[in-house]
């Protein structure tokens, strides 16, 4: 399996501009993460699905993000409109189960300018 | 909300040496699990301990738990150079699925 994937790998874009980051899960994997890293916060939980279903969202920072797995091998994240504080890595990680350990792609670096 | 604290924000080893890493964090836990950060990578998962496990060993690495006190510790071994990375402790605050991660161990190993 080649991992998580997500794309694109960077993104600058301006402010106020929609921005979709991409993730696809290792296969079988039923529980999807997407967690947002700055230096200031550190690596926060933002959103994630089981079975393609969100169970918990409380992570996400206001109306203006929102996050979809329209299918078990596909996941978005967007911004709209994007804003000069949201400038951050994204990672999406992947897992089988509760209780176990969760694999990481390797990373969305966002920049809004 | 972060729950596990690691400490020492930073610590600098030469080769050879051990590296000791802390980890305090609040509420109850499922297992807590231990993961590395090179620098402008995705976290790679080291190795995991549940709640009812005192110790943990993969290779060089050593982890311990103390639930009474809410605390681990992850032990490297005759560091390497390619140990440099940034080191961060996960619990699960009894949810089982997500994980509240601390800011992390920056780790420099010097040749």
């Known amino acids: 399996d080649a991992g998580v994937i997500q794309s694109p790998r960077h993104e600058v874009t301006e402010m106020g501009q929609e921005v979709t980051l991409r993730c696809k899960p290792i296969s079988g994997h039923d529980y999807l993460f997407w967690y947002r890293q700055t230096m200031m916060r550190g690596l926060e939980l933002l959103i994630y699905f089981n079975n393609n279903v969100p169970i918990d969202d409380s992570g996400m920072p206001e109306d203006r993000f929102s996050a979809k797995m329209p299918n078990a091998s596909f996941s978005t994240l967007k911004i709209q409109p994007s804003e000069p504080r949201d400038s951050a890595v994204y990672f999406c990680?992947?897992?089988?189960?509760?209780?176990?350990?969760?694999?990481f792609g390797p990373g969305t670096r966002l920049t809004v300018l | 909300s972060q729950q596990g604290e690691e400490d020492p924000q930073a610590l600098s080893i030469q080769e050879g040496e051990n590296a000791t890493m802390n980890c305090s964090y609040k509420?109850?836990?499922?297992?807590l699990q231990w993961y590395r950060q090179n620098s402008g990578r995705g976290l790679v998962h080291l190795i995991l301990i549940r709640s009812n496990e005192r110790e943990k060993h993969s290779g060089r690495l050593r982890v311990t738990l103390d639930t009474s006190k809410k605390s681990s510790s992850l032990l490297i071994t005759a560091s390497r150079a390619a140990d440099t990375a940034s080191y961060f402790c996960a619990t699960d605050e009894n949810s089982g699925y997500a994980l509240n991660f601390g800011k992390g161990t920056s780790l420099l190993v010097t040749p």
């Open positions: 509420t109850s836990i499922n297992n």
């Open positions: 990680a992947s897992n089988p189960g509760a209780g176990n350990e969760q694999f």
